[in-house]
């Protein structure tokens, strides 16, 4: 008679803990269904437009440190242009007065 009341407090603790199990699952599955609820509830467009003029605002950042950076390269080739241009201005007047002292 004993062994059968063990049994029985085993079972009957066996399906307390299945319940408990339940409840929690069931609670679980209800807290899941809310934040599917409120995700489909966000407006996407608000999010999605701010995120679009971040993304347009860093491009134009992007495109003027792009276009920083080719004026200095303007400017150095510009420079060694002109640097160019002087040192072949100096050779021509060497080859002049070289020119001048062969002839005399």
């Not at 050779?91 to 005399?104: G, M, P």
Request: aromatic share 4%.
């Amino acid at each position: 008679m004993q062994e059968q009341i063990s049994k029985l407090e085993a079972k009957r603790q066996e399906i307390r803990d299945k319940q408990r199990m339940l409840i929690e699952r069931a609670y679980h599955a209800k807290e899941k269904q809310k934040v599917v609820e409120t995700l489909k509830t966000i407006d996407c467009s608000a999010a999605c437009r701010k995120f679009n003029e971040l993304e347009e605002k860093i491009e134009r950042m992007e495109a003027d440190a792009e276009m920083a950076g080719f004026g200095s390269a303007a400017r150095t080739a510009e420079q060694q242009f002109t640097a160019m241009e002087t040192d072949e201005a100096i050779e021509n007047e060497l080859a002049a007065l070289k020119a001048k002292s062969t002839k005399k």
